[in-house]
């Protein structure tokens, strides 16, 4: 599959055992160039070696940050920055991020400041990171005041996807991915729903995985090449995001895993959407059916729709007195609507 932006094309493959063949791959994008594989503590264990025994022909070296969100930080960017110029790595130099998304954000966010920008290419490991985090460009470090805070846009040289890494990824992961790809089902491709539909539940799907994961990029690639830079459509993106930022904000940390919370919000959104005729009847309980086949949860307890709001208001979305919130017009098709800050409450209430 190739994406093709405004100011540079690359591929993304994907394809099982692909990493049996990332010598290859590594050697159709670069020559005589370092390569720095940043990866986390779980990953770089399991995939790591792999890649560096093809890769006898460059001179490689790796740095692997602690597994987790706490690793997105500027220290850590720091680090890195101190790394590569401890290895004299100078702009002809290359990065392979290797890992989830967060790996994905802080690899590309490195590649895209160290230097003005080096090259890098993305190796994501989690399914989340497979469907999600390692296209559009996006790479972000978290500041002490917010989630992705800083960042830039940086386009990889390459995707390198191989679903058998999601043999070993923990099924609470497993499932984060897959709240992502029914969320891509959803806003715009009403096959790769019945997919979901037809399929018995995760395993099933892992079964898939290659032509499921296809079908979500797909997807995500339509609304990146459309909006690069994030100023319109990307935001069908966000379905069932508005609330479920609100409930994994409001939750602590650890309570509820963002994919999660993104299930329930896509729940939420689409009850009170149906009640007031802007989706159709019966979707909620689509979207409910479709969650708990893949053991995803449909509601939150304690429901409590003033934290919420509260959470809601001070989000980024929120610009000014209205927020603009994605709804289904039918399964496989979204829209944005333009609603005051004051109608999301309505929305919310319909939790209790
Ligand atoms: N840039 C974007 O557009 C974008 C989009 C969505 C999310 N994100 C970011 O992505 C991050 C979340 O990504 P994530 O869910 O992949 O988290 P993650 O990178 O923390 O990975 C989840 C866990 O799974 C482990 N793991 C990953 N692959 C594995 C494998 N194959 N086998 C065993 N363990 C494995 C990791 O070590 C980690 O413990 C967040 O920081 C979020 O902000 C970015
Ligand atoms: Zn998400």
């Excluded at 897959?178 to 959803?186: H, L, Q, S, T």
């Excluded at 935001?235 to 309570?255: R, S």
């Excluded at 603009?324 to 004051?342: D, Q, R």
Aim: aromatic letters at 8%; charged letters at 25%; glycine letters at 8%.
């Amino acid at each position: 599959m190739e994406i093709v932006l405004s100011d540079k094309s690359y591929e993304i493959i994907v394809k099982r055992h692909a990493l049996d063949t990332v010598g290859e791959w590594i050697a159709s994008l670069w020559q005589n160039k370092k390569i720095a594989i940043i990866s986390d503590e779980h990953v770089f264990p399991l995939y790591g070696e792999k890649i560096q025994q093809q890769l006898a022909n460059y001179e490689v070296c790796h740095y692997t940050v602690p597994a987790g969100e706490s690793s997105k930080s500027l220290e850590m960017a720091n680090n890195l920055y101190d790394f590569l110029a401890d290895q004299q790595f100078t702009r002809s130099d290359a990065i392979i991020a290797l890992g989830g998304g967060v790996v994905g954000d802080l690899a590309s966010f490195v590649a895209s400041t160290y230097m003005r920008g080096i090259a890098f290419v993305q190796i994501p490991t989690s399914l989340l990171a497979q469907v999600d985090s390692s296209i559009g460009g996006k790479t972000a470090v978290n500041s002490s005041k917010a989630k992705n805070m800083i960042g830039t846009f940086a386009q990889p040289d390459g995707v390198l996807i191989d679903p058998e890494t999601l043999n070993t990824l923990p099924e609470l992961r497993v499932r984060e991915g897959i709240a992502e790809i029914i969320k891509c089902g959803a806003i715009s491709d009403a096959s790769l729903w019945n997919d979901l539909e037809k399929l018995t539940g995760i395993q099933d799907l892992l079964a898939h995985s290659e032509a499921i994961i296809l079908k979500a990029l797909e997807v995500k690639k339509t609304v990146v090449e459309e909006d690069e830079f994030d100023n319109g459509s990307r935001l069908l993106l966000n379905f069932g995001h508005t609330i479920g930022h609100a409930i994994e904000n409001t939750a602590g940390y650890g309570k509820i895993s963002h994919g999660e919370a993104v299930a329930i919000g896509m729940v939420k959104i689409s009850q009170t959407a149906e009640k007031k005729n802007l989706s159709p009847a019966g979707i909620t309980n689509k979207i409910k059916a479709m969650n708990q086949k893949y053991q995803l949860p449909i509601t939150y307890q304690p429901w409590e729709a003033e934290k919420f709001y509260t959470a809601i208001t001070h989000d980024k979305k929120a610009r000014g007195s209205s927020l603009n919130i994605i709804l289904l017009a039918e399964i496989g098709k979204a829209y944005i609507k333009k609603i005051k800050l004051t109608e999301i409450k309505e929305f919310l209430l319909e939790g209790e």
